[in-house]
């Protein structure tokens, strides 16, 4: 039955990661778009938190922690999102509803395996000007599509009881899609200038994962992951439109040779990034920890779509999570058996607007379900800003709600009859 249901995911989940827009944020249009969070909506209602693994859960951004899998485990999550833009002179509101990832962890003996797909980036915005200080008026449109999906193998091997080490290997795809439309008030036909990629690239993780024993009944945990430098390939288009306002029609286009300016294919650099974590806690009761995470983003260049607003620095995040559980053992109070988890996360995003760095902070919880078995449901919400009001930049506050399923079952284990 569980896989049965597993596969109707697996089916829904396939055809909704298709064209589905995962951002309404004008700060996607910086670098490959906005960046999504790669882990499960356990390690989200954490604020990110990675050091922690157990043997019924994927952790999607730790493959250390696929050595300790016991169970068959699939995953999915999606999200809806309202993120609220505001300047000093415009309010806006934007939603989205989009899969968060989709995946499978599995035991097997010796070690543990998984694979899945995530979006790694999102692009989505739409922004107006209106330049009137010459006449007639200049009305620019700018819009942006697209992201990078990222279909992903894990594996993980216990070295010895309490040491784990693991390793993914990703495969990055997808497309992005930059218009930038200009009119003049009272001028029926306008230019409508198209930047288009093809992007494709690997890229792998390592980490370690670290468990000690204090007395009978707590632990401590610690977990360091390395993901090197990674390069993407990006096939290259540009085309100019003018276009009639009257009858929205193509009056004429041209493709720009980006062969003689050697743009037609360029390489992007993706910086390396690391990640520490330690935590100390009670198994089935309790666990609190905190994590670093560093990006040297300063690096990143996209020669194809340069910006003269837009330049990059390191990225660093600092969060602290936890969870506890009332009484995982009860038998007569249903929410005594539930897991709730709660989060911080402060970070620099690493993108510098009109001179000014982006940055984000957010707070999360949410609530674990016991279903049938070792199964969950997880739902909880997350609030948090990023961005000004000044400054020409725009105030982004946002309020997510996720839910997440983790459905167990048996594999490559031979029944055995008394």
């Not at 999607?60 to 169970?71: F, I, Q, R, T, V």
């Not at 999915?76 to 989205?96: A, R, W």
């Amino acid at each position: 039955m569980i896989r049965k249901i597993a596969l109707g995911f697996w089916l829904f989940g396939a055809l909704l990661s298709w064209g589905q827009e995962g951002t309404t944020s004008p700060y996607s249009l910086a670098g490959l778009g906005e960046l999504n969070f790669r882990g499960t909506q356990i390690n989200r209602f954490m604020g990110g938190l990675d050091v922690y693994a157990d043997s019924i859960h994927a952790n999607l951004s730790n493959p250390a922690s696929y050595g300790e899998l016991k169970l068959t485990t699939y995953s999915l999550g999606i999200h809806y999102k309202s993120n609220l833009m505001n300047d000093e002179n415009f309010n806006k509101t934007g939603q989205t509803a989009t899969l968060d990832y989709l995946a499978v962890g599995i035991p097997a003996g010796k070690f543990g395996f998984g694979f899945g797909i995530i979006p790694l980036t999102s692009v989505g915005y739409r922004v107006n000007t209106i330049n009137e200080n010459v006449s007639p008026s200049v009305i620019d449109q700018f819009q942006g599509s697209g992201g990078v999906n990222q279909a992903f193998f894990s594996i993980g091997f216990p070295l010895f009881k309490v040491f784990h080490i693991g390793g993914t290997l990703n495969y990055n795809f997808g497309s992005i899609e930059y218009n930038t439309e200009q009119y003049r008030q009272g001028v029926d036909i306008g230019t409508l200038l198209t930047r288009k990629s093809v992007l494709s690239g690997m890229s792998y993780l390592l980490s370690a994962n670290l468990t000690i024993p204090f007395s009978k009944n707590f632990e401590m945990k610690a977990m360091y992951a390395f993901q090197p430098e990674a390069h993407f390939d990006s096939s290259n288009q540009q085309i100019i439109f003018t276009r009639s306002l009257a009858n929205n029609s193509i009056t004429d286009f041209e493709e720009i040779n980006l062969i003689d300016k050697g743009l037609q294919n360029t390489t992007m650099k993706l910086p390396l990034s690391q990640k520490m974590g330690f935590g100390f806690g009670k198994p089935k009761k309790w666990f609190l920890g905190f994590q670093r995470n560093f990006n040297p983003f300063s690096a990143f260049e996209n020669r194809f779509l340069t910006r003269e607003n837009i330049s990059y620095k390191d990225a660093s995040q600092f969060t602290v999570g936890g969870f506890f559980i009332p009484n995982y053992a009860s038998l007569t109070n249903y929410f005594n058996r539930a897991v709730y988890r709660f989060g911080f996360r402060s970070e620099q995003m690493g993108v510098v607007v009109n001179n000014i760095p982006l940055t984000e902070t957010g707070i999360s919880f949410g609530i674990g379900l016991p279903m049938a078995g070792y199964s969950n449901a997880n739902v909880g919400l997350e609030i948090g800003s990023r961005g000004e009001k000044s400054n020409g930049l725009v105030r982004e506050t946002f309020f997510a709600l996720r839910v997440g399923l983790s459905l167990n079952a048996l594999w490559f284990i031979k029944p055995k009859y008394n």
